[in-house]
Every structure is written in C-alpha cells, then in structure tokens.
C-alpha cells in the first residue's frame, strides 16, 4: 500500500513538473482527450435530457395502463393495414360503463374524447385553449389532475352532464385577475354557458410544444357529447384501463381480460380478430428510446476519434519524458528499483495526465449545463461523470503502455551513460 501512495505521489509530481515545464505542449497533447471526452459526455448529456424532456411531455399518457382505440400505434409497421382499421368502430360510453363494471383485474377505467383549439370567453375577455377533454369521474383516478384552486367534478356531474368546467392554469391568468376567484363565475364554450369548479395547478411548457394542462379546459363527458360529435364523423373516444404492475407484472392479466371482455360485448366469434386495438403507453417511450439511441451511437462516434487522437498526444508526451528522464531511470534501477516499479510510474503518471484532460473536458459540459435553454433542462448525471473520468483514465494506461514498458526495460548502467 505505502508503496501505491508512493508511486501515486511521485507520478503526480511529474505530471505538472510536464505541465509546468512545457504547458502549452502539453495542454496541446490533452486537448484531444478533453475534446473527447466532451463530446462524448456532452452528447451523452444532452440525449439524456431531451429523452427526459420529450418522455415527461407524454407524462399525460399516465403509466400501468392500456389504451382500447380503433387505431394501433403500429404506425412504423409496412403492413400496417389502415384501410381494415378503419372500418373499426369507436369505443363507446356503453363499453366503458360495461368494462367499469367487469374488469376485475383494474384499479380504474374511463373513457375520454377531445377536440382542438377552442374559443373562450369571460365578459370582455377572451382566450383560446389549446384543446377541450370529455372527461368522466374515474378519471382522476388515472390521470394526474392536480387541483389548486376548487375541486374536481362529482360523480353525479359527470353521469349527468352538468355544464361545469375545470380550467388550466394559464386559461385562468388570461381570463381573469389572478387575486380574481374563479369559482362559480361561468365561461362561454360555442356559445353555451359552463360553470367554472376548479382550476388545475400550474405545469409549465411542455418540450414538445404546448403547455401540457396549463392551456386546456375538462367538461364531463356527457356534457362533451352534447355539443361535440363523438365517434363516426366526430372526436375519436378513448378508453383507458388502469391496472397495476406490482400485482400483474406486464399486466398481461388485464390484457387477457380485457380482451375477452370487449370480443364478448362486441359479438366477436371465437375465430374472428378483434376490430379494437389495446395500445400501451410504452410503446411510444421505446419510439423514443431507439431515436435517442442512434443518437448516442453518433455521439460516441464522433467523440471516439478525438479520444484516440488524444491518446496519441498522451503517448508523444510519455515518449518524451521517458528520453529526458532516462539517467534518472538508471538511477532508480541501480539504487534498486524493480522493473514494475517504473512502469506503474509511468502509467500512473500518463493516467492521470490523461484524466486532467478529461476533468477539463467534463468542466466545459458543466459550464454548458449553466446556459438556460429554455423547457430543455440540460444536466450532467453522475453516471456520465464517472464515465468521462473512466475513459479519460483508461485512455491514459493504453497511451503510457508502450512508453512505460521501454522505460522499464532500460538497461541501468546505458541509462546512467545516456547523460
């Protein structure tokens, strides 16, 4: 162990007597190294934040469930046959009610439809939503609706189709005062009055564009279904059943359920196919996933030839200080020092000058991460630190090998002569 300290203590010594004697050759060397790992890192980085960014603007999608549409999202499949599918007919409020009912491996069911930009008004002022949802009562128990201000719908509103309304946050700044309670005071949707119940909390942007809830507006689905079209020729309507992971891993036996359920209140016969689609959420992550993916092998790519490039620099400079420091060698083996001895020096020595120029590299990343980009939020996870601290370090044995094991084996009486 001493022995480790030693060598560690000495090979630091020497690496910034090499930085301070010749720095900018050496900074030249490293910066390979450094540009390196910052391409690798920074790709790294980024491809890690915009896969979080994109995967938390699907976040409404929710999680543990599946999707009952007339469309699968096989979209990517040449043998996608939309003309068959859309023959399909659309989920409906009778087969929700129907599912709620017998499903008994879900923790929820609801059904829900949605148009696109609508115009609203209060009083004298008006405002557009980037979308009005037909939602019923379950469904705050699958998505996440979080209220500020007011309350979610009842029951009975739903099941009746009550004109109320729950408003996003940023509907809510645009049409009223925001000391202004908007609770009870009514909003003109298509000319029709809706009594505003709650306002849901602020969620900020959304990478992929829009404003997530923050500028869209919840009416019972009932109350949807009165001013909308919904199915053949109108809003497309989509059930979504939530199960439970931990208990059905996959949840494979909801989906088995699921499906025989809807064959049986469809009429299906046994050899029939189905003319529904069960959609997961998690396709469209694993989409994502293999984009991001690509983008990483480029990353590694690209950052690869400046690594190899800095390995190099790191092998001119371990080549040189080896010619300068040979009667030392000669010295230190005629005084006793063993073989290993002077290689693990000089490994340790091209290490860790290879690692100041990845910590140089993973500083530029830091400084990147400090730019405000907006709904992108850049970070450096700890993962990808110890994996630029990693490859520097790895690089820095490959490039002291060769110059190590010549130092090593130096003939101690040449050596002393050499001077």
């Known amino acids: 162990m001493r022995l480790i300290i030693r060598l560690i203590k000495e090979s630091i010594i020497f690496a910034f007597n090499a930085l301070i004697a010749n720095p900018v050759r050496t900074l030249l060397s490293l910066l390979g190294v450094t540009i390196g790992i910052f391409t690798i890192i920074a790709v790294l980085s980024v491809v890690d934040s915009l896969e979080k960014s994109v995967k938390n603007s699907f976040n409404f999608l929710g999680t543990n469930n599946l999707r009952v549409e007339k469309w699968p999202w096989d979209f990517d499949n040449p043998g996608y046959e939309w003309w068959k599918f859309w023959k399909r007919p659309h989920p409906t409020y009778n087969e929700y009610l129907f599912l709620k009912k017998n499903l008994k491996n879900a923790d929820a069911v609801e ?15 008006s405002t557009v939503s980037d979308g009005i949802n037909g939602i019923v009562y379950d469904s705050k128990d699958v998505g996440d609706y979080d209220i500020s201000i007011g309350r979610f719908f009842t ?17 809510y700044k645009e049409l009223f005062d925001q000391s202004f309670d908007p609770i009870g005071k009514k909003i003109k949707i298509k000319g029709i009055n809706f009594l505003i119940v709650g306002v849901i909390e602020e969620q900020g942007e959304s990478f992929v564009g829009g404003d997530s809830f923050d500028r869209q507006i919840f009416i019972p689905f009932n109350s949807f279904k009165k001013i909308y079209r919904v199915g053949k020729k109108g809003s497309d309507a989509v059930i979504i059943v939530k199960g439970n992971s931990d208990i059905d891993p996959g949840l494979v036996e909801l989906e088995y359920e699921l499906t025989g359920l809807l064959r049986a209140q ?10 529904f689609a069960i959609n997961r959420p998690e396709y469209l992550s694993n989409i994502i996933g293999g984009v991001f993916d690509v983008l990483t092998v480029a990353g590694w790519i690209i950052g690869s030839f ?8 790191i092998a001119n400079i371990m080549f040189v200080s080896v010619k300068e ?10 005084l006793g020092a063993k073989n290993y001895f002077i290689l693990l020096q000089f490994l340790f020595e ?17 400084l990147i991460t400090l730019i405000d980009t ?3 939020e850049l970070t450096i996870s700890f993962t990808n630190i110890i994996l630029g601290v990693s490859i520097s370090s790895i690089i820095g044995l490959l490039a002291g090998m060769l110059p190590a094991i010549f130092a090593s084996r130096l003939d101690p009486v040449e050596a002393i002569r050499s001077n």
């Open 266 to 275: 469809r009429g299906i016969k046994p050899l029939d196919e189905e003319n």
């Open 374 to 376: 907006g709904s992108l």
């Open 306 to 313: 400046s690594i190899f490039v800095g390995g190099f620099g």
């Open 350 to 366: 091209s290490s860790i000058l290879s690692l100041i120029g990845g910590l140089i590299g993973l500083f530029f990343v830091f």
């Open 155 to 171: 029951e009975d509103e739903t099941i009746k189709g009550r004109n109320y309304v729950i408003i996003g946050y940023k509907i």
């Open 325 to 334: 420091r040979v009667p030392i060698i000669g010295l230190q083996k005629s």
């Open 111 to 125: 059904i829900y439809a949605r148009r696109g930009d609508i115009n609203l008004k209060y009083l004298n002022n």
